[in-house]
């Protein structure tokens, strides 16, 4: 019996987005193997402002894959006191994020990338944030 031509369409969707995972974050930020916090490398410093906002989210479900930490789900504070940038960029980044539907915020004002998002988002670092 002939092979079936769709089963060309079979794969793991989640190894896929493991590995644009560390492909878009490989030279920018680390996920600290003991306390699960993220690292800026050298090549967090060039990006734009929005890419950094994005990278650290997609570096927190990073550190929940790796269960180095149990919930991805941040608030814009902790944002702001891990990345060292102030309020007035944190927060319009993160408007700006959601309404590209890139992030998500739930009832409790904390934001992450969620599943169905994490495509875009890896595009949208690629791109440089211009989408």
Request: aromatic share 4%; no cysteine; glycine share 8%.
């Amino acid at each position: 019996m002939a092979k079936d031509p769709l089963e060309d369409l079979l794969l793991d969707a989640a190894e896929v987005d493991r590995a644009r995972l560390a492909d878009a974050l490989r030279e920018v930020l680390g996920i600290d193997g003991t306390s699960g916090k993220i690292v800026p490398k050298p090549g967090y410093n060039s990006l734009k402002t929005r890419q950094k906002v994005l990278s650290y989210l997609l570096g927190m479900k990073v550190a929940v894959l790796l269960k180095k930490v149990t919930d991805e789900l941040v608030l814009p504070k902790d944002i702001q006191e891990a990345t060292g940038l102030p309020q007035g960029t944190v927060n319009p980044k993160l408007k700006e994020l959601k309404e590209a539907k890139l992030v998500t915020r739930d009832k409790a004002g904390k934001y992450y990338v969620a599943q169905h998002q994490l495509s875009a988002a890896l595009e949208d670092m690629k791109k440089g944030g211009q989408q």
